[in-house]
Structures are given as C-alpha cells and as structure tokens.
C-alpha cells in the first residue's frame, strides 16, 4: 500500500526515537540474517549496539556492510467484520544504506552515552561508564539516515460496503507500550531516581516536603530495613489492618504493596537534626476531578510521639493538598478504637463527619467500624496559623496511625 508511505524526516525520526528494539538484515555468506538489537539515533545517525564477535560487525570493518534496519511500533488491532480486512495501526520505518564500524573514541563515547540514555533519559549520568575490557568486547555500528522511509497506518477497518450490515463486531483494540513501577535489584540500598519513576499529575506524583523538625520523602523499596528497625513495636500496629511485620522480609512486602498502589502517595519521615528515619505516613485516594484526597498510613516511630513532628508533617502535608494542589476537601479515616488517633485529627482542626460501619478487615479477622474526619478548604486557614503558631511555641499532638 505506498498510499501509506511517507518521507518525513520528522515522523522517521519520532518512529526510531520512540521504539526501543530495531531488527537488522543483511547478507553473510549468501545468506539472509536478522538480529533485533538496540538502536539509538543522533541526528541523521542511527547507532546499533553489538559484540565485537558478531558476523554484521565483523563484516563492517572492511568498507561497510550493505543493510536493511526495520522499526515498528504497533498502537492497535484492527478488527473488521471479514477476515480479510483484519489489520493493525501502526508506524513503521525502513533504513536502507552501508554501516560503518565506529572507531574514533569520541564518536564510540557519544554513541554509548546515547544508547545507555535510549534505555532510562539520564541514566548516562547515573550509572559505571564501561570498563577498558568491557569497551573492547562491544562495538557500534552507525547507518547514515539517507535513504529512510516511514509507513503508518490509523483509523478503523476498512470493510467492503457489502460487509456493513454483517452481524460481528468491528473496531480497533488500543495497543500501549507504558513503564510499569520499577522492581529493584537485590540487595539494592540505593532509592530509586526519579527519573525512573512513572508519570503521573501532580495529584498522584511522589514529592518531598521539607519542615523544620521532619522532611517527608518518597517511600522506596531501600527503605524497608531502616523501617522495620523504628516500627519494631507492638504498639505501633495495634490499630492498624496490616499485621506488624516480623522480619525486613515482611516489612519489604508492605513497602512493596505502597508502591504498588497507584492510589496511593507514601512517604518517609525522617527527623531533619539527624536525618533518621522516624517513620511513614501517605496521601491517598487522591481525586483531583473532585479535588478531595485523604491522608493516613501514617506509622510513627514510639521515640517521636507526642513530639512536634507528627503536628509538623501533617502540617506540610495539608499545605500540599490546600495551598499546591487546590484541594477542597482532605480525609482522615480511623479505627473507632483509636481514641488517641481520632485526638490527634482532631486537635488537627479536622471536624468528625461520622462512623462507616464494618469498613475495615483488621488482622485478626474482625470488622472495624471507621471514624470519618474531614478539613474544608474554607477551614484550613484557621487550622494552619493555629497549627503554625503551635509549633513555634514548641507545641505538640499525639502520633498514632490514623488509618490502615
């Protein structure tokens, strides 16, 4: 179909730019041969990542190897009423030219770094540049982008009008490649960087938010051995639905289910005089079509209750939520027998708004009844400058897990 073709140099190069694996032809010894490889383009230059040993790079040290480079990217099937008509939305490119192996230094360093950035933007910068052995045993090939054509293909199916009234189901099913939440290494004690983590609004975006007694920071798998060392109590879980945590093991796995949860933004508390971990606490159910979010999980080291901190943190927090995001309405949700937690929201300036009854499984299997606080958007001034003034009088709220 060359109705589909297109010689934009600006879709060809969005096409390369976007996929991450490209398949590469040539001949060796008479034959066809297909490797999918790592590409990376800088300016009219595709770079292709290879071994040293292998037959295409091998072949390209002596004047150039002759190849064919073929990407595509899939956004959709095409679901038509014949069988005939089936088909997929897609973009394509096609590069046609002679390879050349890279052996100038400086053009080898470029390549890497922009085939390492392909993979993560930023990750040049943030991880070992290769060894003088590892460097030897990878070469890059370069395929000037002079003879490149694209395809794409969108829209729904393209039915013979006889077909229109057939009885199945037609259209196009959607097709995404998206990043999912890292997975760490083990053993890993380094937080993950931020530009690694998945896109979200500013709703649902993991940030830092820094007093002067507690900094909260994004919650991370690393942190789950320093947060099991500070919530090793008994007393710390009593009123919340995930038992207490026997090992790091344990600890890690509900550190896991945070970041799991894409309604959910956690947090680490760490004093800011020392810089310890004291403790967690989150923002969740995050709406930002209704502009209402809710604050709780929050797990307090016993050292630090009834100190300013917990006042501190949550002070910070309901600034993000009134003052940055433009909340109208914040949450707080917790065991009708937490009577020390339901205080502590309430010396918050939040107004109790009643009781969900049977809301929560706790540990032992039992129902929770869930008391139900809420701060308006008109209220919270009030509620800062008199949250703001007791804290420098050095005043100080109770710190017991409001939810969960």
């Given at each position: 179909?060359?109705?589909?073709?297109?010689?934009?140099?600006?879709?060809?190069?969005?096409?390369?730019?976007?996929?991450y694996?490209?398949?590469?032809?040539?001949?060796?010894?008479?034959?066809?041969?297909?490797?999918?490889?790592?590409?990376?383009?800088?300016?009219?230059?595709?770079?292709?990542?290879?071994?040293?040993?292998?037959?295409?790079?091998?072949?390209?040290?002596?004047?150039?190897?002759?190849?064919?480079?073929a990407?595509?990217?899939?956004?959709?099937?095409?679901?038509?009423?014949?069988?005939?008509?089936?088909?997929?939305?897609?973009?394509?490119?096609?590069?046609?030219?002679?390879?050349?192996?890279?052996?100038?230094?400086?053009?080898?360093?470029?390549?890497f770094?922009?085939?390492?950035?392909?993979?993560?933007?930023?990750?040049?910068?943030?991880?070992?540049?290769?060894?003088?052995?590892?460097?030897?045993?990878?070469?890059?090939?370069?395929?000037?982008?002079?003879?490149?054509?694209?395809?794409?293909?969108?829209?729904?199916?393209?039915?013979?009008?006889?077909?229109?009234?057939?009885?199945?189901?037609?259209?196009?099913?959607?097709?995404?490649?998206?990043?999912?939440?890292?997975?760490?290494?083990?053993?890993?004690?380094?937080?993950?960087?931020?530009?690694?983590?998945?896109?979200?609004?500013?709703?649902?975006?993991?940030?830092?938010?820094?007093?002067?007694?507690?900094?909260?920071?994004?919650?991370?798998?690393?942190?789950?051995?320093?947060?099991?060392?500070?919530?090793?109590?008994?007393?710390?879980?009593t009123?919340l639905?995930?038992?207490?945590?026997?090992?790091?093991?344990?600890?890690?796995?509900?550190?896991?289910?945070?970041?799991?949860?894409?309604?959910?933004?956690?947090?680490?508390?760490?004093?800011?005089?020392?810089?310890?971990?004291?403790?967690?606490?989150?923002?969740?159910?995050?709406?930002?079509?209704?502009?209402?979010?809710?604050?709780?999980?929050?797990?307090?080291?016993?050292?630090?209750?009834?100190?300013?901190v917990?006042?501190?943190?949550?002070?910070l927090?309901?600034?993000?939520?009134?003052?940055?995001?433009?909340?109208?309405?914040?949450?707080?949700?917790?065991?009708?027998?937490?009577?020390?937690?339901?205080?502590?929201?309430?010396?918050?300036?939040?107004?109790?708004?009643?009781?969900?009854?049977?809301?929560?499984?706790?540990?032992?299997?039992?129902?929770?009844?869930?008391?139900?606080?809420?701060?308006?958007?008109?209220?919270?001034?009030?509620?800062?400058?008199?949250?703001?003034?007791?804290?420098?009088?050095?005043g100080?709220?109770?710190?017991?897990?409001?939810?969960?």
């Open positions: 179909m060359p109705e589909r073709a297109s010689y934009d140099v600006a879709l060809a190069h969005a096409v390369l730019d976007e996929a694996v490209c398949h590469l032809s040539f001949v060796a010894s008479g034959e066809p041969r297909v490797l999918p490889t790592l590409h990376a383009r800088v300016g009219d230059t595709l770079y292709l990542h290879g071994s040293t040993g292998s037959r295409p790079l091998l072949a390209a040290r002596d004047g150039g190897l002759p190849v064919c480079v990407v595509t990217i899939i956004d959709g099937l095409v679901l038509a009423r014949s069988q005939f008509h089936h088909s997929a939305n897609y973009r394509s490119v096609i590069v046609h030219g002679t390879a050349r192996l890279v052996t100038d230094e400086a053009e080898r360093a470029n390549a770094a922009a085939l390492v950035d392909k993979v993560a933007p930023g990750r040049n910068a943030d991880s070992r540049p290769p060894s003088r052995r590892e460097s030897a045993q990878t070469a890059v090939l370069a395929l000037p982008l002079v003879e490149v054509s694209a395809k794409v293909r969108t829209g729904g199916p393209k039915d013979d009008p006889e077909d229109a009234g057939l009885p199945h189901w037609a259209g196009v099913v959607p097709l995404e490649l998206t990043r999912s939440l890292p997975v760490p290494a083990e053993a890993l004690g380094v937080p993950m960087p931020d530009y690694l983590r998945p896109e979200r609004d500013a709703w649902h975006h993991p940030i830092t938010l820094r007093g002067d007694h507690v900094a909260l920071e994004p919650l991370d798998h690393a942190h789950a051995p320093e947060l099991f060392a500070v919530l090793d109590d008994a007393e710390v879980w009123h639905t995930s038992p207490r945590p026997a090992s790091v093991a344990d600890m890690a796995a509900i550190v896991a289910t945070a970041l799991a949860d894409a309604d959910r933004v956690p947090f680490v508390q760490r004093e800011v005089a020392t810089g310890r971990m004291i403790g967690s606490t989150s923002f969740y159910t995050p709406n930002a079509t209704q502009q209402t979010i809710a604050i709780g999980y929050t797990m307090l080291g016993r050292p630090w209750w009834r100190t300013g917990n006042t501190e943190s949550k002070l927090m309901l600034r993000h939520a009134f003052d940055t995001l433009g909340a109208l309405r914040v949450e707080w949700h917790t065991d009708v027998r937490n009577e020390r937690s339901q205080n502590a929201i309430a010396r918050l300036g939040a107004q109790r708004e009643g009781i969900m009854r049977s809301h929560r499984r706790r540990p032992d299997g039992s129902r929770r009844d869930t008391v139900l606080y809420s701060m308006l958007a008109d209220e919270w001034p009030v509620a800062r400058d008199r949250l703001a003034a007791a804290l420098d009088a050095g100080v709220t109770c710190s017991v897990s409001p939810t969960l």
